[in-house]
């Protein structure tokens, strides 16, 4: 039974308590999966240019990238030689074609900095050149009318791009002025702003006469203040026009697109957690001003990216519960609905809707994979790819997938059932709650990593969409508002029992665990039931009012609370782990990245000095250097081997 207790007092005990930790793998696979970060289809058609790299065996990101170009008909390829060497952390990014497809330009992160140069290569991987070399961050390419080279650049950048990444050592003044990442064109090897100094650009699409750009921006630190972005358009380092701001307090904005004929910009609006984790409804604005229309008002479905494809059609990358679905939107008021020109039970990564195009061609790539299908680039028409890589060809998960829905209160839950391979008897059951709260669980492949390690010790894996998740339109993702750990956790716990009348579930073997949102739910189940015997919390939240002034984020809670800390500290309070941490019994380990800004480690300290008070087991591991979420192999080997041997102890 769930139970909720009104909170107790709070109380912050700072303590200091870091562990390092030792490099251990225990790799099911001495096969590595390749991983294919980036593509990019050449406007004929006839080329595809990837970032790619073996994950290694513990299931990270690739530590060693590879800049490709493959030909579309044969599969030919050639491995471009980047300037600092093929070792670890000398990382291509951003390849973008000029506009003739004879060339491809990237970007070149050198290791240990945070510089970038930008290079042109030719087809045959021949005439490397250097067109820029910028002391700061450089992402997100982009040719324009002309031939013109547009990105975004941080000058002078003290950390990557994202909240994710690792934050720096609060030292010396704290809330200086910050860089901002700012609209920048490259001619002749110079480079122009091409937007103020005192906004951070999160986007942005070119005009298609040339004469600027639109983009989604806010002034002052850019990790915190991309949820309160609005919509303008710019043209030069002058004063931008503000086109659009939302008018509801819950939206954020994302993926500006604007249409070929330069009148309308298309772009996704809806609550989001997190920069990067898009989902929402598509909105029409008018470019030279007026009000929004939001084309998919009711839509049971949320986007989770939009393009403009060759042919001047809107397409819409969307999750409808367990479907991926490419569809057309027409623009004209008559018949302004959906078409849908895919679905399946797969993810899709490209540029932009999931897909990148190749115009005038009007070829599209994508790397799609599935829990069983290991990802590969395909190209082809929309709907008619084929797979122009087979280099993962051969490795298989241990898996049986299995899309469950569920009622939950007034809603229908969707969310996955990964039954290990070859098990009939009744197995444990570990709960897997995603992050976010803003994000979904989508078929991907998991590869060498510790999901895999599970499934291969005989756990069957519950991975659960509760309210507050896309995929099933505006309303569902923002029933979780005001109210963080009650509706969204009853989903989970009522979707367990679906899950035990569907399949042979041992219901007292149950464990827990996720990171971030997922870290705060696992922290907060295990003081409302005590129907889990183990739980790992990464990255977690346990007191929502010390959270609020102690992470780099802030502006991503008032949405969800209504208000700041400071004024409602009662809802904050409510939804804290720690207010109930009396009833906490799970033996629970836990771990966080030292200097993650956006779960700062002093949440997770907080939760496992009580829970080490109170005499449960616990184990707190701070992993050194890391941001949100584990980047170095030997950690994220270690984290593996800890996840197996203490769900082993408890739930064996």
């Given at each position: 039974m769930l139970r909720i207790r009104q909170p107790r007092a709070l109380h912050v005990l700072v303590t200091l308590a870091v562990l390092l930790c030792a490099a251990a793998s225990t790799a099911q696979s001495d096969r590595a999966l390749r991983r294919y970060l980036q593509i990019a289809v050449a406007p004929g058609g006839a080329y595809v240019a990837s970032v790619e790299g073996d994950a290694p065996l513990s299931g990270s990101e690739p530590q060693v990238q590879d800049l490709v170009i493959r030909r579309t008909d044969n599969g030919v390829q050639v491995v471009i030689a980047l300037p600092c060497g093929r070792v670890p952390q000398c990382w291509p990014g951003s390849p973008a074609w000029t506009p003739d497809g004879k060339q491809l330009t990237f970007t070149v992160r050198a290791p240990g900095s945070h510089a970038r140069s930008i290079y042109t290569v030719t087809l045959d991987g021949t005439h490397l050149t250097k067109v820029l070399s910028f002391d700061g961050t450089v992402i997100e390419l982009r040719y324009g009318p002309g031939g013109r080279l547009a990105m975004l650049a941080t000058e002078h950048a003290a950390k990557e791009v994202g909240a994710t990444q690792a934050g720096v050592s609060l030292v010396g003044e704290v809330g200086a002025v910050t860089p901002e990442q700012r609209i920048a064109t490259v001619d002749a090897g110079q480079l122009t702003w091409q937007s103020p100094p005192d906004l951070y650009v999160y986007d942005f699409d070119w005009r298609p006469d040339g004469n600027g750009f639109?983009?989604?921006a806010a002034p002052g630190d850019g990790d915190n203040q991309w949820w309160v972005a609005k919509l303008?358009?710019?043209?030069?380092?002058?004063?931008?026009?503000?086109?659009?701001?939302?008018?509801?307090?819950q939206q954020q904005l994302a993926e500006p697109r604007l249409s070929p004929d330069g009148k309308t910009i298309a772009v996704i609006a809806g609550i989001m957690s997190d920069f990067g984790s898009t989902g929402g409804d598509v909105y029409l604005v008018p470019f030279a001003g007026g009000p929004a229309l939001n084309a998919t008002a009711g839509m049971a479905a949320s986007a989770r990216g939009i393009a403009w494809n060759c042919?001047?059609?809107?397409?819409?990358?969307?999750?409808?519960?367990?479907?991926?679905?490419?569809?057309?939107?027409?623009?004209?008021?008559?018949?302004?609905?959906?078409?849908?020109?895919?679905?399946?039970q797969e993810s899709l990564d490209g540029k932009q809707a999931g897909l990148s195009f190749g115009c005038p061609a009007g070829v599209t790539a994508t790397v799609h994979e599935s829990f069983t299908r290991p990802p590969e680039i395909a190209v082809g028409s929309i709907g008619g790819w084929h797979d122009l890589t087979h280099v993962n060809a051969g490795i298989?998960?241990?898996?049986?997938?299995?899309?469950?829905?569920?009622?939950?209160?007034?809603?229908?839950v969707q969310g996955w059932l990964l039954w290990p391979q070859h098990h009939a008897d009744k197995v444990p059951l570990i709960t897997i709650v995603h992050g976010g709260p803003a994000a979904a669980v989508t078929p991907s492949f998991s590869g060498p990593s510790w999901i895999r390690a599970l499934l291969e010790h005989g756990y069957a894996l519950f991975r659960p969409n509760p309210r507050g998740s896309f995929g099933q339109g505006e309303a569902f993702a923002a029933a979780n508002v005001r109210d963080l750990g009650y509706g969204d956790l009853r989903d989970i716990m009522s979707g367990i029992d679906a899950v035990a009348r569907a399949a042979p579930i041992d219901t007292h073997r149950l464990g827990i665990t996720g990171a971030s949102y997922g870290g705060f739910m696992t922290m907060l189940a295990v003081t409302q039931t005590d129907r889990f015997r183990a739980a790992i919390a990464g990255a977690g939240i346990s007191d929502w009012i010390s959270y609020y002034g102690q992470n780099g984020i802030d502006q991503w809670m008032i949405p969800y609370f209504g208000a700041?800390?400071?004024?409602?500290p009662y809802i904050y309070a409510r939804s804290s782990p720690i207010s109930y941490i009396r009833n906490a019994h799970t033996p629970t380990l836990v771990y966080v990245g030292e200097?993650?800004?956006?779960?700062?480690?002093?949440?997770?300290?907080?939760?496992?000095?009580?829970?080490?008070?109170?005499?449960?087991?616990?184990?707190?591991?701070?992993?050194?250097?890391?941001?949100?979420?584990?980047?170095?192999?030997?950690?994220?080997?270690?984290?593996?081997?800890?996840?197996?041997?203490?769900?082993?102890?408890?739930?064996?």
């Open positions: 639109v983009g989604t303008y358009a710019f043209a030069g380092a002058g004063n931008p026009r503000l086109v659009y701001a939302p008018v509801d307090a042919d001047g059609q809107l397409l819409i990358n969307l999750l409808a519960r367990d479907q991926t679905q490419i569809a057309s939107l027409s623009l004209r008021a008559v018949d302004r609905k959906l078409h849908v020109l895919w679905s399946g298989t998960m241990p898996v049986e997938p299995r899309s469950m829905t569920w009622s939950s209160d007034a809603f229908t700041t800390a400071y004024d409602d200097y993650d800004i956006e779960c700062p480690p002093a949440q997770t300290q907080e939760f496992w000095h009580a829970l080490r008070t109170q005499g449960v087991p616990t184990t707190m591991v701070v992993y050194p250097g890391e941001g949100h979420g584990l980047r170095d192999a030997a950690h994220v080997a270690d984290l593996e081997h800890r996840v197996l041997a203490w769900f082993d102890q408890y739930l064996r």
